[in-house]
């Protein structure tokens, strides 16, 4: 086999690439010196800017295979028939961490999957969690400067943590399970994932049901308790990372089984609890899931950088047969990704190769920085024209979607529906096993005693107030972990 030659970027074979061209053995270095500009200068750009969150991430390739026929609630090509095979690219991540930070800090993990169907990339962007902090979009930048570090301390704040949580007690059912055991999941392949908002499908007589998706893994969940998630951190700060590799590579390739729960238009009236809200979960026993089918990882990416940090992925991007709900925090996810990606990226990212349809897409968009697709070529640049066979095609029309109401920008907080935080962490509380509960009881008594300063005691009688609503015995123990007389502090 002929070796590959040295070249420049511009494909100039050449010899100097260790060293500099000088005049004279020891004189200084030439401004002709091309090939050390071109290399420190590319050098010099090889950081793009990190995810605003989910910066620490891991990747792979796989298959979706439908296993069970749903095509009485969607019309979406990758569920068409029982068999059919999709490729997917999935990334998993930690959200608050910098893109060095550690892959077993106690955060939620990102579970965030693209299906490359041949109607285009639909990306279900999910957690490990079937819930959020926060039920409206509005919030969100607040919610992430209280996970990052502080402004003048240059440290993480517990206190501007639970400040925040007490302040927003829709945030409760997030908290719990964040404190129990499945905050800090055993990597990747041990935890489940979902896709937590609620999402339409629509069917070929466009009738349209509201969704939520699961990712049950076939491994089994398996976590960290808190000690030894500090102990991971201490040892092996790349663990997830290292344990996807090397299974993947070594064909152990991990399985989820992908089920939806499914709410009819009239039974989304009637809810009581409203069914759009993240913080809130449908119980199984009302809504009860259903399989879909199976998904496989088995080919990691061969060069981290150009697949796995380049990925953009966007619940924007969904496809027929699946629509968006009312949900005030998808609703602003829809404009948020597509922005950040363009500022991450660049415009024309949607051409890289990971984030590429691999199908079709026709379209009027043109020009922009790194455009490498052939740009339309010399084809029309404009719409309508009367020369190519580019056609808008009718049969994709999504059906209307019902909504009612007055515009208002705050809608009563204490509405009946909207005001209960604490039914459903209660019921989680009161299902996990003695030894959850002890752990995650741990879990947060650790995490509130960093809360410090003059606002300490007001912060923790706050949020003391939300787990006792939740759940007596919870707030009891709490209170008993942290030496902390409620009825003294909340009465000063
Ligand atoms: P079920 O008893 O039918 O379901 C309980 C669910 O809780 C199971 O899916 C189980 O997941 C999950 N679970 C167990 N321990 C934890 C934990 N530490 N953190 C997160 N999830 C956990 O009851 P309901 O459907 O009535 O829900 C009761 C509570 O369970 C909810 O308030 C919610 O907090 C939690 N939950 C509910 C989900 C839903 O979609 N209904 C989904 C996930 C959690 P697994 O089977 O994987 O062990
Ligand atoms: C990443 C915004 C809520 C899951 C991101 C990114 C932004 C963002 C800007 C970085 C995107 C990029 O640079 O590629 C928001 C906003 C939210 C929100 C504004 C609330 C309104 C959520 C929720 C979930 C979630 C509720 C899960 C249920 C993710 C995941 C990623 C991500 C998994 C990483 C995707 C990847 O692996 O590249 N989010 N987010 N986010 N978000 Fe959110």
Redesign the pocket.
Known sequence: MENKKLTTASGRPYVDHEDSLTAGARGPVLLEDYILHEKLAHFNRERI?E????AK?S?AYGTFTVTNDITKYTKAKLFAEVGKQTDVFV???T?GGEKGSADSERD?????VKFYTEDGNWDL???N?PV?F?K??K???DF?HTQKRHPATNLKSPTMVWDFWSLNPESLHQVLILMSDRGTPFGFRHMNG????TFSMINSDNERVYVKFHFKTAQGIKNLTGPEADQMRATDMDYAQRDLYQNISEGNFPKWNLKIQVMTEQQANEAVVNPFD?TKVWPHADYPLIDVGVMELNRMPRNYFQDVEQ?????THIVDGIGFSPD???Q??I???P???R???GTNYEQIPVNRCPFMTNNYQRDGYMRVDGNGEDAPNYFPNSFDDIVVDQSYAEPAQRIYGEVADRFDRNAEGENDHFSQPGNLYRIMTDQEKQNTINNIVASMSGVEGPKRNEIIGRQLCHWFRADVELGTRIAQGLNFDISKHMNS
């Open positions: 800017p995810r605003i969150v989910h991430g990747g990334r998993f991540s959200v939620p993990r990102g579970f965030a962007v999910g957690n969690t959020f926060i409206d979009a919030k969100f930048p992430i979902y896709g937590s908002h993240v990925a953009a992925f966007a619940p005030k925090m998808l602003g996810r404009l948020s990704y922005d950040a990606q500022y991450r990226l």
